[in-house]
């Protein structure tokens, strides 16, 4: 594992599923993490102890990354707190899930700003603080929904597409800052948020028996991804989309 020891990682949404898996990965290789959480203080705060435990040292913020004020409040404790930040994993999301002739303008501004519009601003906040510290990587969560047509996913999947051409435009425009910018999307993850679709138990099934690999994506599975795009191994990698499903879309028309 490369180590990513005295960097500062701010992971979104870092309290529980792929978030959390992520903000331990991270901290296991040694950085200091950022917890940003929106409604469950409780659980961001035993996540917290988790990372701790690893012998680096976390905060949690709560913040509407959907909201810019939000997030500008939430860099300014940041900044207060460690002066600088070398990671921005904007991994928060939310959406909602049904067929597109049903979809209301308050669930396509929902999703998009959560989604989408958190990582624009996000970056813009963000840029500061790692220009302090030479430099940094950015890395966006993404889903196969983006390039593939999925029931009732049309808000998220057209954010995700959102997600991935914006990391494109910021790892050219931040290039020269030193700040390398990736996207990781993953196949099906069974995580809380999965409860949402009231096909679950057979979209998982479908997905583990279809998934060259043999079994569905699991948090950390994209979380290792995400670690190895934050590495200076991955310095070369730039404006791409990682691809973590376990060879399921090479089987999708």
Known sequence: MASLRGKTALVTGGSRGIGKAIAL????????VIINFFRNRKQAEETAELIR????????????VGDPEK????????????????IFVSNAASG?????LELKESHWDWT???NARALLFGAQRAVPLMEKRGGGKIVALSSLGSTRV???????????AAVESLIRYLAVELAPKNIAANAVSGGAVDTDALTHF????ELLAE?????????????QDLANAVRFLCSDDASMIRGQTIVVDGGISLLMQ
């Open 71 to 86: 997030i500008g409040q939430m860099f300014d404790e940041i900044e207060a707190e460690f002066g600088g930040l070398d």
């Open 207 to 219: 997905a583990s028996r279809r998934t060259p690999a043999g079994r569905i994506v699991e948090p």
């Open 96 to 100: 909602v899930l049904m067929p597109l």
């Open 112 to 114: 998009m700003d959560i």
């Open 150 to 160: 999925l029931d009732n996913y049309t808000t998220v999947g057209v954010s995700k």
């Open 198 to 201: 009231p096909n679950r138990e």
């Open 53 to 64: 435990s690893k012998g680096v040292r976390c905060q949690i913020v709560k913040a509407n």
């Open 25 to 32: 990965t991270l901290a296991e290789a040694g950085c200091d």
